[in-house]
């Protein structure tokens, strides 16, 4: 690993600049679930299914104590790595980055560019009406997710399963990759179509370098470079480099 580490770091000076995309293996150390897997089952359903506006409509209570139990999550502090990326971003090491993650860990460290692919679990709203408020609001306090104004259901301010990421958002990300030369893919599967197209869209409008770092490699997408172990490890390494 350390080898590999040195080689990115070498390219990350060189080139000055990176965006990094993070996915659920940028958390787990600090103490979270990962997204893509958590747990297999809840109340005999598959996360997929849960996570499901139809699920949520149909089975408001299960979805609301699931999001309660599993997804938010005040406690989480920010570990090593998201603390690594805020400081370099202080010093124009990191441009942006790119987050399939709920967890605001990345704002929480003191990052400020930051594009939150999925949405975030600090606002919830109705999703009929489309009044909001803060989550703690919800579940701190355990009441039902019925709205009180309309009756409709409370949810938290992320993307579903079959639901559209937002086009701002998305839009955003392309524009932002397209800005630097480098592009460093953190604890994601790629199980899902955005973050291969953002990475795509990045090979073609800038013909950059594309590291991809985590514990295991990724469904899907070639990379130019791949660093494998815990990104904990890694951002250790790469302390040793970069400034």
């Given amino acids: 690993m350390q080898e590999a580490v040195k080689k990115l770091c070498d390219e990350w000076n060189e080139r000055g600049t990176a965006v990094f995309l993070t996915g659920a293996g940028a958390s787990t150390d600090s103490g979270l679930y990962d997204f893509t897997g958590v747990g297999g089952e809840y109340a005999k359903a598959s996360v997929k299914h849960i996570l499901s506006r139809d699920f949520m409509l149909e089975n ?14 005040p406690f989480a502090k920010p570990n090593k790595f998201h603390k690594a990326l805020a400081d370099w971003e202080a010093t124009g090491l990191v441009f942006g980055i790119i987050t399939q993650n709920i967890d605001s ?69 392309l524009r932002m990759v397209e800005k630097v030369p480098l592009l460093i893919v953190a604890g994601t599967r790629l199980k899902v179509t955005a973050p291969m197209d953002i990475i795509n869209h990045f090979k073609q409008k800038t013909g950059g370098l594309t590291v991809y770092i985590g514990n295991t490699p990724p469904d899907d997408g070639e990379f130019d470079l791949m660093v494998l172990g815990n990104i904990g490890a890694i951002t250790d390494e790469m302390r040793k480099y970069m400034f």
């Fill in 105 to 173: 860990l990345h704002q929480r460290a003191g990052s400020k560019n930051v594009l939150e692919l999925h949405g975030n679990m600090e606002t919830v709203y109705c999703d009929e009406c489309k009044r909001s408020g803060k989550s703690k609001q919800l579940y701190e306090k355990n009441r039902p997710n019925k709205c009180p104004h309309c009756g409709g259901v409370i949810r938290p301010a992320i993307l579903l399963y079959g639901e559209q990421i937002g086009k701002d958002v998305y839009d955003a990300s």
């Fill in 60 to 73: 408001p209570a299960i979805f609301n104590q699931y999001c309660r139990d599993r997804l938010y999550a």
